[in-house]
């Protein structure tokens, strides 16, 4: 069983950074491809990013791409989310999910995934 922990979320203004953090609770986290999907309220849950097991590739959605950079640190079992120039549109929940790798992996799609966090509240004032 895969565990996920997000932390990092918080209140930010327009423009400003934040970093989340997903930690894993599991010994075969470097086996993992992880992806950041995010839900704002009343909102479909959307992919955001997603890694590679390997950490060799990356992919993002349109919406954020040259803003936010996922990365992650398999000594920690640890993957992160930099979040810059932020925009109000930006504000959700965001969640942490895990899979093991499979061949033609996507990862833009919930169903891809076998575990998720509990999510961390972003918010981006104007």
């Known amino acids: 069983q895969v565990q996920l922990v997000e932390s990092g979320g918080g209140l930010v203004t327009a423009g400003g950074s934040l970093r989340l953090s997903c930690a894993a609770s599991t010994r075969t986290f470097s086996n993992l491809n992880m992806g950041w999907f995010r839900q704002a309220p009343g909102k479909e849950r959307e992919f955001v990013a997603r890694i590679t097991w390997s950490g060799g590739s990356t992919y993002y959605a349109d919406s954020v791409k040259g803003r936010l950079a996922i990365s992650r640190d398999n000594a920690k079992n640890t993957v992160y989310l930099q979040m810059n120039s932020l925009k109000p549109e930006d504000t959700a929940v965001y969640y942490c999910?895990?899979?093991?790798?499979?061949?033609?992996?996507?990862?833009?799609?919930?169903?891809?995934?076998?575990?998720w966090g509990q999510g961390t509240q972003v918010t981006v004032s104007s």
């Open positions: 999910a895990a899979s093991p790798p499979v061949a033609g992996y996507a990862g833009t799609s919930r169903s891809e995934y076998n575990y």
